[in-house]
């Protein structure tokens, strides 16, 4: 479909992809409300929980569960599900999905399961399932297992990154934690590297701040140029890092690792109000810190 010719309501079952705006299984669908939005939220949300309960026990709390309804309001009737672990999502799964839809509101719902290219998003109806375009049954459980597969390799490569950006910058820690705790605002790292693959082009930062009542939360601040929150760790005092998902231990600093493409500007600047911080960083390659 043209984009010129898309309007602001989409109806029927487009994919991802021939999808413009907002949607409605029919014109004749009212309009949704953030009440309704709401309910039907904490219905599908139930559904997974008890689906998460009775496969993996009632202690599967988030962000530990391998996925969940976003539950942002979208403006129509569509519910978003991310999956940490694409393992889990199967055939048999989106099937579910489907009859849960049958019964809710007269199958004027849908769910978008989040994929990393729009070309992969699968777009679940009570009577069809798309991804690039409207499936048939036939075809629908290979792709839906191509995806899961494709999801699952991705994530692999991504962690493999991860493990490594973290074995990089661990010899900068040594010192971070008295650094960070004599600080009354932010302490600083800095470490730059050309790398390899998407990491190529990039300065690796990590700003810590003590983890108390006082401490300043980086995600109120604004950068320039464009900083990228990689990861956030607490950092304790032998330089270890514990996952920023957990309880943070009472002697820990929070860790931030930031990125941004490397430009002309080898320093990064933070705003919050009339407040700013100038971080100088290093050139590529250079020892950092």
Known sequence: MDRQVRSRWLYGTPSFLEHDGYWKRAPSDPDVTPEEYDQVYHEFDAFISHRIAASRGSSAVFPDVPYYFRGNFTGDRTQQLDFRDFSELTPEFVRELQAELEHVRGGMWRI????????ELIVVYPNVVCIDTALSEAEQDARVSEVARRQVARDARREDERQARIARVRPLLRDAYGDARASDKLAYLVHAEGGSGKDDGRV???????????????????????????????????????????????????????????????????????????????PLDAPGR
């Open 112 to 119: 978008i399961i989040w994929a990393w290219t729009p070309e």
């Open 204 to 282: 690796w930062m990590w700003l810590i701040h003590p983890s108390d009542s006082n401490r300043i939360y980086l995600n109120e601040y604004r950068t320039q140029p464009y900083a990228q929150t990689w990861e956030t760790f607490y950092l304790l005092p032998d330089a270890s890092l514990v996952t920023k998902r957990r309880d943070a231990p009472d002697e820990a600093v929070l860790l931030v690792l930031w990125g941004f493409t490397e430009g002309e500007e080898h320093s990064l600047t933070l705003q919050r109000g009339l407040e700013t911080i100038e971080l100088p960083c290093p």
